[in-house]
């Protein structure tokens, strides 16, 4: 089956650097997506890895390591409006070249003063 | 702004009614995905539409329908509705073999009293 586990929640002063983690177990790995989703919205795209490495975009970075089923977000310069929730989700081969989402729970990052 | 629209934003339906919920995607992209989010929880993969037929189905009851038309955009369909179904109902528009092009719409609020 899949498997994709994250923290919970966390909590980060504002001006710091936050790593949230995410482990994951599955077949037919295509990619890793990390998505932002504040309260009662939709989804919102941040990052995508399918190799090995750190993609760098601003203020947010993501890592991959597929020997491991490991990643990370990292929030640099955190501000206020970072809080929200962060989904982390692997896309799996679905049938033939067609690609589904299993998400993790999300990790509800609270930002302080 | 993905791209991806969805509509209606918010609905009440009452236990035992059926829904339609409705998505188009992104210019260009000929994949529809639907995920069922409950609160606190990540999204769950419903099913996926490619060329107007299904293309892989998640754990969802039969009572879970869907339709592709010829332009890409999506309906889906929920019979018999129970209370559990209250969720957000999001819809994943997606190009077949791009594997880092998935962007959510804004979602369907469904309350089932």
């Known amino acids: 089956g899949q498997n994709i586990d994250q923290p919970t929640e966390m909590t980060a002063t504002e001006g710091a650097i936050v790593q949230i983690n995410c482990t994951y177990q599955?077949?037919?790995?295509?990619?890793l997506f990390w998505y932002q989703q504040h309260a009662g919205e939709a989804p919102t795209f941040l990052s995508y890895?399918?190799?090995?490495g750190l993609e760098e975009k601003g203020r947010f970075s993501s890592f991959l390591s597929r020997s491991k089923g490991y990643s990370y977000l990292l929030l640099k310069e955190l501000q206020m409006k970072d809080s929200a929730s962060y989904l982390c989700?692997?896309?799996?081969?679905?049938?033939?070249?067609?690609?589904?989402?299993?998400f993790g729970t999300g990790t509800r990052l609270q930002v302080t003063l | 702004e993905t791209g991806v629209t969805q509509s209606p934003t918010h609905l009440i339906k009452t236990r035992g009614q059926q829904v339609t919920l409705r998505c188009s995607s992104q210019?260009?992209?000929?994949?529809v995905s639907w995920y069922q989010q409950a609160l606190g929880q990540g999204p769950q993969f419903i099913f996926q539409?490619?060329?107007?037929?299904?293309?892989g189905r998640g754990n969802f009851p039969p009572r879970f329908s869907g339709l592709q038309f010829p332009n890409y955009s999506s309906e889906l369909n929920v019979n018999a509705l129970e209370l559990d179904d209250s969720a957000l109902y999001l819809c994943?528009?997606?190009?077949?073999?791009?594997?880092?092009?998935?962007?959510f719409g804004e979602g369907s609020w469904l309350t089932v009293v």
């Open positions: 994943a528009s997606s190009l077949q073999g791009s594997g880092n092009t998935i962007y």
């Open positions: 599955t077949s037919g790995f295509n990619g």
């Open positions: 890895n399918v190799l090995d």
């Open positions: 989700a692997v896309s799996i081969i679905n049938t033939g070249t067609a690609s589904k989402l299993t």
């Open positions: 210019s260009g992209h000929n994949t």
């Open positions: 539409y490619y060329r107007e037929e299904e293309n």
